[in-house]
């Protein structure tokens, strides 16, 4: 719902991207239940607690969006 708004009022936008920690599959489910598709995944991407984590890339473009 908040991706259809922000397609909506910002008709330049092509695409939003979102990244997940790949051990945190709630929130991949939440975002492909949003519409965002799995690109993949990013190895030692980010720097947290102390250690090099791999984190999943999803993207939603505005061409997947449907309009209400």
Do not use: W
């Amino acid at each position: 719902m908040v991706a259809d708004i922000i397609f909506d009022e910002r008709p330049h936008l092509e695409r939003l991207e979102a990244l997940v920690d790949v051990e945190n599959l709630g929130s991949q489910r939440v975002l492909e239940k949003a519409g965002f598709q799995r690109e993949g995944v990013l190895r030692k991407y980010i720097f947290l607690k102390g250690r090099s984590r791999d984190v999943v890339m999803f993207s939603l473009l505005s061409t997947d969006h449907c309009p209400t």
